[in-house]
């Protein structure tokens, strides 16, 4: 009996000794995997714009002025460009930060009332956001594009019954547009990269409405550099004021993209 108990006695210790282990080892194996969903990945893109430009802007309706600019018409008059993309990600979140600058001078198309002009225009767009991936291929998330537009006018119009009168006009302006995002990526073998980017926003709080839709595919060379190209869309709707004074800034900014992406 004393022995029967001695061998039941080793049994159970021995049967706790492998229970203890298998839970440890599984407590181990779970943390692990939760640590390297937890292992942020660092993306920061440098990237080009070739950008087509079409709408109005301006200030009241005597200086609100039509723009229609094609990429070389705007590089042969940029001042300045600077455009800066970052990105830091879980498998299940990421928090984004997209920043634009351009600084460039157009030559407004004389018409009926204008004799001649020059319009310049100063842009600064900075867009957070983040998003949480639902499944492997699709994220949603929400964020905001702060914009910063001053835009200014030297010119002449026709003054009846002949004649002209120089005319001059200067506004900036600030606002914030909440957006609502959707994302879809793929990433075949680790190599060619996928994604679609599509949001909207502005609902009065800002913009009456902006929207926005990007597309690329890359390639990833090494772990550390990727090249991608693809199209970006851009659209505002935005007017602040009352007449005579009232600012509009209702433009269309679209064109290719080439973007050189380095990975952390």
């Given amino acids: 009996m004393k022995n029967l108990k001695s061998q039941l006695a080793r049994?159970?210790?021995?049967?706790?000794?492998?229970?203890?282990?298998?839970?440890?080892?599984?407590?181990?194996?779970?943390?692990?995997?939760?640590?390297?969903?937890?292992?942020?990945?660092?993306?920061?893109?440098?990237?080009?714009?070739?950008?087509?430009?079409?709408?109005?802007?301006?200030?009241?309706?005597?200086?609100?002025?039509?723009?229609?600019?094609?990429?070389?018409?705007?590089?042969?008059?940029?001042?300045?460009?600077a455009m800066l993309y970052l990105e830091a990600k879980t498998d299940k979140?990421?928090?984004?930060?997209?920043?634009?600058?351009?600084?460039?001078?157009?030559?407004v198309t004389p018409g009926i009332l204008l004799y001649e002009g020059e319009i310049s225009a100063k842009q600064f767009v900075w867009e957070p956001a983040g998003l949480y991936r639902i499944f492997p291929f699709w994220e949603v998330g929400i964020g905001g594009r702060l914009n910063y537009v001053q835009t200014s006018f030297e010119g002449r119009i026709?003054?009846?019954?002949?004649?002209?009168?120089?005319?001059?006009?200067?506004h900036s302006k600030t606002w914030f547009d909440p957006i609502i995002i959707t994302r879809l990526s793929a990433d075949i073998k680790d190599k060619?990269?996928?994604?679609?980017?599509?949001?909207?926003?502005?609902f009065g709080i800002g913009s009456d409405l902006t929207w926005q839709l990007q597309g690329y595919a890359g390639y990833r060379f090494t772990k550390l550099f990727q090249l991608t190209a693809g199209y970006r869309i851009l659209s505002t709707d935005y007017n602040y004021g009352e007449e005579p004074k009232e600012f509009i800034f209702d433009v269309n900014e679209f064109g290719p993209v080439l973007r050189l992406g380095f990975n952390f």
């Fill in 158 to 170: 026709n003054v009846l019954p002949e004649g002209t009168e120089e005319i001059m006009g200067r």
């Fill in 11 to 81: 049994i159970i210790t021995t049967l706790s000794l492998v229970s203890f282990l298998s839970i440890s080892q599984n407590s181990v194996s779970a943390q692990s995997v939760d640590s390297s969903e937890r292992k942020w990945n660092f993306l920061t893109d440098v990237y080009l714009m070739f950008p087509y430009m079409d709408g109005e802007t301006g200030i009241g309706n005597n200086l609100i002025l039509p723009v229609d600019a094609n990429p070389g018409d705007i590089f042969s008059k940029l001042k300045m460009a």
């Fill in 192 to 202: 060619w990269l996928f994604q679609f980017r599509a949001d909207v926003g502005g």
């Fill in 93 to 107: 979140w990421a928090i984004t930060s997209d920043l634009v600058y351009m600084n460039l001078k157009q030559d």
